[in-house]
Nanobody, 119 residues
Framework: QGQLVESGGGLVQAGGSLRLSCVAS????????MGWYRQAPGKQRELVAT???????TYGDSVKGRFTISRDNAKNTVYLQMNSLKPEDTAVYYC?????????????WGQGTQVTVSL
């Protein structure tokens, strides 16, 4: 059973930076697409960024040019570097691992880490 544990959230002023980390266990990390999603109060969970096993990335429109996703397969870890943070980035950030193997979908979520951006 896969487990994901996020860390690195906190309180930061607008314009500041944070780096989130997510350590995976119980899965063959390097074959999974890894992603970060976020959910603000009263809103739906939305895509922040994903990175495939080969390293290709996608980003949500609201974070392009400010956030960078990366992965270290040797450490079973995915990162999210967040720069130029805005109050609207305030949300709980969730790590996700996703893979379809032999027509079976495997999808895991972390417990989330709170990011709060103040004016």
């Amino acid at each position: 059973q896969g487990q994901l544990v996020e860390s690195g959230g906190g309180l930061v002023q607008a314009g500041g930076s944070l780096r989130l980390s997510c350590v995976a266990s119980g899965i063959v990390f390097n074959i999974y697409r890894m992603g970060w999603y976020r959910q603000a109060p009263g809103k739906q969970r939305e895509l922040v960024a994903t990175i495939r096993s080969g390293g290709s990335t996608t980003y949500g429109d609201s974070v392009k040019g400010r956030f960078t996703i990366s992965r270290d397969n040797a450490k079973n870890t995915v990162y999210l570097q967040m720069n130029s943070l805005k109050p609207e980035d305030t949300a709980v950030y969730y790590c996700n691992a996703d893979r379809t193997i032999a027509a079976t979908s495997y999808n895991y979520w972390g417990q989330g880490t709170q990011v709060t951006v103040s004016l």
